[in-house]
């Protein structure tokens, strides 16, 4: 699988919006993108994915640039329950079917 | 409950004793995923079931480690003559397609420390 490249740590203030950036200079037409978060003492937890299109679910919102080499996950107005490690994962639709998790970016909330 | 189970929540064991930790996936679901997750690291693959067999077990680490999942449901990581190098929280994720697009569901993994 590609390989994404993330900041290891963001600082946000409570109620204000989140851009979480990722690069994937390396992605293939058949990679989709993955958001998984971790909370503290709790395995990952889907966030949302995406293939070309910018996508929005209840949780959060995906960003995909043009050349689809960098996405972004937007969290609209982020609480204290948002504080997580953010993984953004490149997973092939076919053949293997693991994720394969970097180091994410620990993110804080600030209140 | 609706999610991924997996027992025991915590784990302490000897140098050199036998673990078996089990997973128990949503019902229904047709892939099973083994992550093993070193502190302050991510989770690492370990091995990935599709149904009962298993597809990719690339990541174990040795042959002290190995899983099952004899009827395609129930799943156990079983590992022998256990190294302090072990020591980690173990994963379990089930998705209900086979595809590579389908969600992960994750359990709250178990905790090994061996002393």
């Known amino acids: 699988d590609a390989k994404t490249t993330q900041p290891n740590s963001m600082e946000s203030n409570e109620e204000e919006p989140v851009h979480l950036p990722c690069n994937h200079s390396?992605?293939?037409?058949?990679?989709?993108i993955h958001w998984y978060r971790q909370l503290p003492s709790q395995g990952p937890e889907y966030v949302i994915h995406?293939?070309?299109s910018n996508v929005n679910n209840r949780m959060a919102s995906l960003a995909i640039a043009e050349d689809r080499k960098s996405s972004t996950l937007i969290l609209h107005r982020a609480t204290l329950r948002d504080a997580a490690v953010y993984y953004c994962?490149?997973?092939?639709?076919?053949?293997?079917?693991?994720?394969?998790f970097g180091t994410g970016t620990r993110l804080t909330i600030i209140p | 409950g609706a999610g991924v189970s997996q027992s025991p929540r915590y784990k302490v064991a000897k140098r050199g004793q036998d673990v078996a930790l089990r997973c128990d996936p949503i019902?229904?679901?047709?892939?099973l995923f083994w992550y093993q997750q070193a502190l302050g690291q991510g989770p690492e693959f370990l091995t990935y079931?599709?149904?009962?067999?298993?597809?990719?077990k690339s990541g174990l680490p040795s042959d002290r480690f190995f899983a099952e999942r004899p009827e395609g449901s129930v799943s156990t990581l079983k590992i022998q003559r256990t190294q302090q190098e072990d020591s980690a929280v173990y994963l379990c994720a089930s998705s209900l397609a086979a595809l590579g697009t389908g969600e992960l569901f994750f359990g709250e993994g178990s905790r090994l420390t061996v002393l």
């Open positions: 019902s229904g679901h047709v892939s």
């Open positions: 079931f599709q149904n009962e067999a298993q597809l990719d």
């Open positions: 995406g293939l070309t």
């Open positions: 390396t992605i293939s037409g058949t990679d989709y």
């Open positions: 994962i490149l997973r092939r639709v076919s053949g293997n079917e693991k994720l394969t």
